[in-house]
């Protein structure tokens, strides 16, 4: 297989824009659920630049459980996600949801986001093959890790070379967390494959007061980085709103995370 070690023993490291993933230093990939308005993404971004992440998410195509509930803006917040990145030089991930998506899509977005609910959407792991931007790609709700590399394998098949691992938890009878992390998977599925790997500290916990905890653990057994949501008001977010940091919370978390990096050397 392609995501193997034995297909290539070195780690895939991926540039996007001036900054890199999987080189060593461990990436933060963080904002708000969902793009809503310019302000909001405005007001992400500076804390986050300001705290040095690099990377900022929203969704504007979202994978809503309910159809009545608010879908994403689409490519207005598309718009809005990048012009706000740009003033930071941040590079921009978000989620398409169909290959029809991709070429509208495409001028705004550094990393293509392919949710949990579309791991096994076929059709659309070769249509993100096909293209030129790295893909993060993000495990199923009850998908093995075999299944998730074989998600990743028809991207790579496709002739993208950069395709991000991004487990996000589980689906299992616990109910504590929103999903059960699946910790174990980082150190697997960098042993068996040469992809950069991401632990999503929201989705998987839904709980913001275990997520400290939860990013230092993700970063000690080898994870290339974290992804975490934060919004600048989350009481009025427009979707996940009980589990994304606020700002204070966020620098409370980033004042952790720091430290914790500095005495491990991570
Ligand atoms: C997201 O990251 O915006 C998201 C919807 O997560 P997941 O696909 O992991 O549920
Ligand atoms: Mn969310």
């Not at 461990?26 to 300001?50: F, H, N, Y």
Request: with cysteine; hydrophobic share 40%; aromatic share 6%.
């Amino acid at each position: 297989y392609l995501y193997s070690r034995d297909y290539q023993r070195d780690d895939t490291i991926i540039q996007v824009k001036k900054h890199w993933i999987g080189q060593g230093e461990p990436v933060k990939i963080m904002g708000p659920c969902s793009v809503e308005s310019e302000e909001q993404v405005r007001q992400a971004t500076a804390d986050l630049a300001r705290r040095g992440v690099k990377f900022i998410r929203g969704g504007a195509f979202k994978p809503r459980t309910s159809p009545y509930d608010f879908q994403g803006l689409g490519i207005d917040g598309l718009r809005m996600l990048s012009d706000a990145a740009r003033i930071h030089d941040m590079a921009v991930v978000s989620e398409i949801m169909s290959a029809d998506q991709i070429e509208t899509a495409l001028p705004y977005i550094d990393i293509i986001q392919v949710g949990s609910r579309n791991m096994q959407n076929f059709e659309l792991l070769k249509a993100v093959g096909q293209v030129q931007k790295p893909v993060l790609l993000k495990r199923g709700l009850s998908s093995t890790m075999k299944e998730f590399k074989l998600a990743a394998e028809y991207i790579l098949a496709e002739g993208n070379p950069n395709v991000i691992l991004c487990e996000r938890g589980i689906r299992t009878y616990e109910d504590a967390t929103r999903n059960t992390l699946d910790i174990s998977a980082v150190p697997i599925l960098k042993q068996e494959t040469h992809l950069p790997v991401i632990v999503d500290i929201t989705h998987s916990t839904g709980r913001k007061d275990i997520l400290v905890p939860t990013a230092k653990a993700a970063l000690a057994v080898g994870a290339d980085g974290i992804m975490a949501e934060v919004h600048p008001n989350p009481s009025v977010a427009l979707s996940d709103a009980k589990q994304q940091m606020d700002l204070s919370e966020f620098h409370d978390f980033m004042d952790a995370i720091e430290k914790f990096e500095q005495h491990h050397s991570l």
